[in-house]
């Protein structure tokens, strides 16, 4: 399977560096195994998820904090039954 991959141009717009934004503005990605160029610091708001980091798995909830290093294949699954998976997702640029 080909896991998508999102360049920084994806979401950094006019040679920005940094990017923040709500897991909800984009709902597409969350549930789906992608990688990216960026370092992603995700701050869990609300509800819980499964992150699958390549091939493990870890229960987050709300509070957590979770670092994503550039390259790294890795989805959320939210966990149903609960309050919405939410997230605050910061990016940045490894440079």
Known sequence: MKVPFFDNDSFFKD???VHIHLSTDYPTYVGVIHKHEFIEVVYILSGS???TV???EY???RGDVVLINSLVPHKFEEIKGQEQFV???LMFTPD
Request: hydrophobic share 20%.
């Open 15 to 17: 040679n920005q560096r």
């Open 49 to 51: 998820a499964i992150h």
């Open 54 to 56: 390549e091939n493990r």
């Open 59 to 61: 229960t987050v909830n």
């Open 87 to 89: 997230t605050y997702d």
